[in-house]
C-alpha cells in the first residue's frame, strides 16, 4: 500500500466521510454537487478559494474588476510559445513571472465567479461528436438541449419575430429554458437606447452584417444565438445572453447556496481548502488528502508586494498539515482545465516519464494527462473616439467607498436592479463562417464602450478608466491547435504547473487556418468600425492603423493573441486512444471511482463561450452518477430545479 491510501476502517472515532467529496465548486464542480445533494446524496465540496461576496462580484458591469480582484482570483502565468523570444514580443508578456497573465477564478463558484458572464449556446455537433466517439446517443444534441432547458431561466427581451413568425412562434421556437437554477438574460435594448454613442455602434454592426451577409431588412436583427432554431452556421449580427438574475451575477454559487439552504444537511462546502492528492485504496479511489488555509497555492496573489508571512507574488507559504477526506462512493475532480490534470498527476496518473522525473509513484500510465490543452484565440481591435461617451459623464464606473452614496447608474442597480450597471457592457455581437470556417460559424466579434485588449497585471483599471474607448473582440472558435501542455514543476501541490498553448507555428496541424481566421475576424472589427457615424476614430489603438496588410495583422495576432477557455486536459475518448483521460460517463480509465467534471473533459472546445457547455456537462454527469447510485441507500429531497422565487425578475 501506498505512503497515502486509506488504511482499513477500524473501531474508533467516525471517519470524516461523505458519499461524494468533489474538488472545486466552479462551473463544473457547483452544479453536479447541488445535483447529487438534492438527489439524496450527502456530498462534500474541496474548494480551495473563500466565499469573497462584494459588489465586483454581484455587479454585471464591474466583471473586469471581480477577474482582478485578489480575494476571489488565481494568477497563472502562461507560455503562448515555447520559444522565449518569440514570446517577449507580446506586449502583455511579464519578463520576471516569464509568462502571460491567465486569471482564473478560486473562490465559491470558481471562475464563473470572475467572469464576464457571457452566456452561449455552443453548437449542436459539439455533443453529436462526442455521442459519436463514446458511442452514447445520450450526448447527442438533442438530449444535450434538454438539460440547458433544464438548467435555464431565461428572462431575456426575446428576439424579434422573423418573418413568417409572431412572437409567440418566436419563442416556441427559440425553446428557452424558464424554471431552471441559472437565470439568464441579455441587455434590455432600452438601456443601450439611452446613449446615442451606443446606438451608433449597436446601429454599425447591424449594418456591417446585413451588408456582408446580404441580410434583408425584414429579417430584423439581432438574432438569438441560443435560440433552438438560430442554425449552427448562422452569420449576422445576435445579442448577448448573460448570467444575470434580478440584475446580479448568477451562477455556480448561487446554485450551491440556493441547495444548501434546501438540503442542508447533504451539502458541506469547506472553503479555503485545497485538495492536494486522491487517496486510494487499490485502484479504487476512496478519498482526498487536503491542506486547510487562505491563499495556500502560489497562484494566490498577495495583496501588498509581500504578505504578512513575507511571501511575494508566486511563493508558497509555509507548510500547513494534510488531512484525509473520504468519499463513501466516489471522488470527482472539477479544479478546471489546469488544477485537475495536475491533481491527477500528483495522484500518480499521468505520463509515466514526468511522474518519475517528479519521484511519484505510477498508478495509472496515462499519456492523455495534461495534454491536449487547447483554447480559443481572441484578440482585440480597440480604439479610441474622438468624445466621451455622454452617458458616463460623473460616472466613476467602479463601487462607491459609501454604498449609500454613489453615481446615478450605481444607485439604479442598487436601488432598482436596473440600467447600465446590470450588463456587463456588451453592446451586440456579429456571429460570422470566416474563409476557413468548416461547419459551423467559427467567429464572434462583438463590441464593449471599454478598453480590453487582453489580460495583464493592471488590465481592469486600465480598461475602465477612459471613456472614449471602444474595443471590438474577436474570439475565433473551434481552433485546430491541440499542442498545448500542463506539466508539473514538482511534486509539491502548492506549486503552480508549468502551461505551455505552443501557439500558430508551434503548434499541430491547421495552425495557418487558424491565423487567417482570426485575420478574416479583425476584417469584420474593422468594418463595424468604419460604419461609425456619431463618433470619430481619434485613432486606433490596436492593432494600430500601420498595421494595414494581411501579412502584418497575421504577425500582431501571432504576437498579442490570448484565450480564456482552456480546455481539454483530460479529455473523453475511445478506449483505443492512448490518450483518452476518461470513459463517456467521465470516468477514469485506469482505476475506480473516480471522475472529472470540468473544462478538462472535453476533446475539442465547443461553441464560442465554454461555461455553459461546462454546465451542460455538470448537469449530465449529474443524471450519469445519479443513476448509477440510485439503488443506494438515499432518500432524495423533493425540490424543483430553480432557486427558491425571488422578489420579481428586472427585466
Ligand atoms: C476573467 C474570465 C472571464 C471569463 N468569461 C467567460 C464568459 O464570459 N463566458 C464563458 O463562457 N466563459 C468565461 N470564462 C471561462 C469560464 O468561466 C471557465 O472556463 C469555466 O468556469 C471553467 O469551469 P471549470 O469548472 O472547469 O473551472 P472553474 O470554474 O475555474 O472552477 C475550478 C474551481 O476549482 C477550485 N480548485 C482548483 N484546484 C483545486 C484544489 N486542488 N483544491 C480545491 N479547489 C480547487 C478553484 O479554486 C476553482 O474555484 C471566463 C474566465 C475568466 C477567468
Request: hydrophobic share 35%; aromatic share 8%.
Amino acid at each position: 500500500m501506498q505512503e497515502s491510501e486509506a488504511g482499513t476502517h477500524n473501531s474508533g472515532p467516525p471517519r470524516d466521510e461523505y458519499d461524494f467529496v468533489i474538488v472545486g465548486s466552479g462551473a463544473g464542480g457547483g452544479p453536479l454537487a447541488a445535483n447529487l445533494a438534492l438527489a439524496g446524496h450527502s456530498v462534500l465540496v474541496l474548494e480551495a478559494g473563500d466565499d469573497h461576496a462584494c459588489p465586483y462580484y454581484s455587479i454585471p458591469i464591474m466583471h473586469l474588476y471581480a477577474g482582478e480582484d485578489a480575494n476571489m482570483r488565481w494568477d497563472f502565468f502562461v507560455r503562448h510559445w515555447d520559444e522565449r523570444e518569440m514570446q517577449a514580443k507580446d506586449s502583455k508578456f511579464v519578463a520576471e513571472r516569464d509568462g502571460v497573465l491567465y486569471p482564473r477564478g478560486s473562490t465559491l463558484g470558481g471562475s464563473t465567479a470572475i467572469s464576464a458572464m457571457i452566456t452561449v449556446y455552443p453548437h449542436p455537433s459539439v455533443w453529436d461528436r462526442l455521442a459519436d466517439l463514446t458511442g452514447d446517443p445520450s450526448w447527442g444534441s438533442a438530449p444535450m438541449r434538454k438539460l440547458f432547458h433544464r438548467l435555464e431561466s431565461w428572462r431575456g427581451v426575446d428576439a424579434l419575430p422573423l418573418p413568417g413568425d409572431d412572437e409567440a412562434a418566436r419563442n416556441r421556437k427559440a425553446a428557452h429554458g424558464a424554471e431552471g437554477w441559472l437565470g439568464t438574460t441579455r441587455a434590455n435594448p432600452q438601456v443601450g437606447g439611452r446613449e446615442p454613442m451606443f446606438l451608433d455602434i449597436i446601429d454599425a454592426m447591424e449594418q456591417t452584417s446585413r451588408h456582408r451577409f446580404g441580410i434583408p431588412q425584414e429579417i430584423t436583427l439581432p438574432r438569438d444565438p441560443n435560440a433552438l432554431d438560430t442554425p449552427p452556421q448562422y452569420q449576422g449580427m445576435a445579442f448577448i445572453s448573460v448570467a444575470v438574475r434580478d440584475g446580479h451575477r448568477n451562477g455556480s454559487r448561487e446554485r450551491l447556496q440556493d441547495v444548501q439552504r434546501r438540503a442542508s444537511s447533504n451539502l458541506e462546502i469547506r472553503l479555503n481548502t485545497l485538495a492536494t492528492k486522491v487517496v486510494f485504496n487499490g485502484d479504487r479511489a476512496v478519498g482526498v488528502e487536503y491542506l486547510e488555509g487562505e491563499r495556500l497555492y502560489a497562484a494566490a496573489p498577495v495583496t501588498s508586494s509581500v504578505d504578512d508571512a513575507g511571501r511575494r507574488d508566486g511563493e508558497v507559504p509555509a507548510d500547513p498539515r494534510p488531512s484525509v477526506v473520504y468519499a463513501r462512493k466516489e471522488v470527482i475532480l472539477a479544479g478546471g482545465a489546469y488544477n485537475t490534470p495536475q491533481l491527477l498527476k500528483l495522484s500518480g496518473i499521468g505520463p509515466r516519464a514526468e511522474l518519475e522525473q517528479h519521484g511519484i509513484a505510477v498508478r495509472v500510465d496515462a499519456p492523455g494527462v495534461g495534454a491536449n490543452l487547447h483554447d480559443r484565440y481572441e484578440v482585440a481591435v480597440t480604439c479610441e473616439l474622438d468624445r466621451d461617451y455622454p452617458i458616463f459623464d460623473g460616472s466613476e464606473l467602479d463601487v462607491p467607498s459609501d454604498l449609500t452614496a454613489g453615481d446615478a447608474m450605481f444607485s439604479e442597480w442598487r436601488d432598482k436592479a436596473n440600467g447600465p450597471y446590470t450588463t456587463n457592457g456588451t453592446l451586440a455581437a456579429i456571429i460570422a463562417k470566416s474563409s476557413v470556417a468548416k461547419q459551423d460559424s467559427d467567429l464572434i466579434v462583438f463590441s464593449i464602450p471599454i478598453d480590453f485588449h487582453g489580460y495583464y497585471p493592471g488590465y481592469s483599471r486600465n480598461g475602465m478608466e477612459f471613456h472614449n474607448r471602444l474595443s471590438m473582440l474577436v474570439l475565433k472558435a473551434h481552433t485546430n491547435n491541440r499542442a498545448g501542455t500542463v506539466s508539473l514543476r514538482s511534486s509539491d501541490p502548492r506549486e503552480v504547473p508549468d502551461i505551455r498553448f505552443r501557439y500558430f507555428e508551434e503548434g499541430t496541424a491547421g495552425h495557418e487556418e487558424d491565423l487567417e481566421g482570426v485575420v478574416d475576424g479583425i476584417e469584420i472589427a474593422r468594418d463595424v468600425i468604419d460604419h461609425l457615424q456619431l463618433a470619430g476614430v481619434a485613432r486606433e489603438m490596436v492593432p494600430g492603423s500601420a498595421v494595414t496588410d494581411r501579412a502584418a495583422l497575421k504577425d500582431f495576432v501571432r504576437q498579442q493573441a490570448w484565450g480564456h477557455h482552456a480546455c481539454g486536459t483530460a479529455k473523453i475518448g475511445r478506449p483505443d486512444d492512448p490518450n483518452a483521460v476518461l470513459d463517456g460517463d467521465f470516468r477514469v480509465r485506469g482505476v475506480q471511482g473516480l471522475r472529472v467534471v470540468d473544462a478538462s473533459i472535453f476533446p475539442d472546445i465547443p461553441g464560442f463561450f465554454i461555461a455553459l457547455a461546462v454546465y451542460m456537462i455538470s448537469e449530465k454527469a449529474s443524471d450519469v452518477i445519479a443513476a448509477e447510485h440510485q439503488d443506494d441507500d438515499s432518500s432524495s429531497v423533493a425540490v424543483t430545479q430553480g432557486p427558491a422565487k425571488s422578489s420579481g425578475d428586472a427585466e
